[in-house]
Each structure stands twice: as structure tokens, then as C-alpha cells.
């Protein structure tokens, strides 16, 4: 099994950032397509971003376009999501998921499944 750790979370005012990290001990993020989802309360999970770099694509929701952007470090197995202009609508447990040999991130066929990291927007 592969558990993903995300990590990053916190608490800031509307218009800050933050960077959330996603890793697992001897993950190889090229074999896989990792995304990430984020669940506010008393709404459903989304998708919120994408990124598959053996295909070379990657994803946004369209709320979040223009502000985040997803990206991959080979040497440190490790997927970060940076949240920029963040607004309190962006408030969710957010959580790092991966599709082994994924060309995409189907939201209920992720395989690998992580703990959650809290970010809350206050206005």
C-alpha cells in the first residue's frame, strides 16, 4: 500500500498563499498521476488539480485557475500544489491522491489515498 502525506495546510487572511506538499517514502511520481481534492463542510469532494508527467498534461478546476498551480519535483518524489490569492471560499481539508500509470485523475478511481491537510481563508 501507498499511503500520500500532504502537508502545508494552515491558517491565512484572503489574499495570502501557501504551498501544499504531497510525498510518500519511495514515491516515484512519474509513475504516477497524482491529483488533489479538497472537501469543505457540508459540500461534496472536488477535484481541484491535476497533473500527470508521463503524459505531460495537467489540470485545473475553473475555480481555481489562474491561482493554483501544480507542479512536480523529480529529485524529491514530491507534488506541490501553490495556492496564490486564495479566498475564503478556497476553505477544505485538502487531500493528495495517485492513479499508478494514470493519464488523468478520475475522482473515484484514485488508488492511493492520503490524511488530509486543513487550509482555512478567513476574510
Known amino acids: 500500500e501507498v499511503q500520500l502525506q500532504a502537508s502545508g495546510g494552515g491558517l491565512v487572511q484572503a489574499g495570502g498563499s501557501l504551498r501544499l506538499s504531497c510525498a510518500a517514502p519511495?514515491?516515484?511520481?512519474?509513475?504516477?498521476?497524482v491529483g488533489w481534492f479538497r472537501q469543505a463542510p457540508g459540500k461534496e469532494r472536488e477535484g481541484v488539480s491535476c497533473i500527470s508527467s508521463s503524459v505531460g498534461t495537467t489540470y485545473y478546476a475553473d475555480s481555481v485557475k489562474g491561482r493554483f498551480t501544480i507542479s512536480s519535483d523529480n529529485a524529491k518524489n514530491t507534488v506541490y500544489l501553490q495556492m496564490d490569492n486564495l479566498k475564503p471560499e478556497d476553505t477544505a481539508v485538502y487531500y493528495c491522491a495517485a492513479e499508478p500509470l494514470g493519464s488523468w485523475c478520475p475522482p473515484n478511481g484514485m488508488d492511493y489515498w492520503g490524511k488530509g491537510t486543513q487550509v482555512t481563508v478567513s476574510s
Open positions: 519511495g514515491f516515484t511520481v512519474d509513475d504516477y498521476a
